[in-house]
């Protein structure tokens, strides 16, 4: 079973910053892409961003290109999410995830991911 943890998560004020980590076994981090996803109270899940394990290209959902980065550092089997600018509809239990498949070709939807981590809360406050 692929086990993803999550951490970075807290309190930040709007215009600030945090990122989030998604620590994966090497296996999954190599041979899937992994996407961050995120659910506020009474909404649905969304996807974030996705990065993909073949050639570490990226894809953004619009409401957060230019403010949130994906990246991944392969020597530590982990994937980070910055994200800056932070907006009050930023709050969220965020949540990563492996892909079915190698390449993201956009962020997907929820029925294209495998397996999730436990989340971890952001929460956008001033």
């Known amino acids: 079973q692929v086990q993803l943890v999550e951490s970075g998560g807290g309190l930040v004020q709007p215009g600030g910053s945090l990122r989030l980590s998604c620590a994966a076994s090497?296996?999954?981090?190599?041979?899937?892409?992994i996407g961050w996803f995120r659910q506020a109270p009474g909404k649905e899940r969304e996807g974030v961003s996705c990065i993909s394990s073949s050639d570490g290209s990226t894809s953004y959902a619009d409401s957060v290109k230019g403010r949130f980065t994906i990246s991944r550092d392969t020597a530590k089997n982990t994937v980070y999410l910055q994200m800056n600018s932070l907006k009050l509809e930023d709050t969220a239990v965020y949540y990563c995830a492996t892909r079915r498949r190698r390449s993201c070709w956009g962020v997907g939807d929820v029925i294209d991911y495998a397996s999730w981590g436990q989340g971890t809360q952001v929460t956008v406050s001033s």
């Open positions: 090497k296996f999954h981090s190599d041979y899937y892409a």
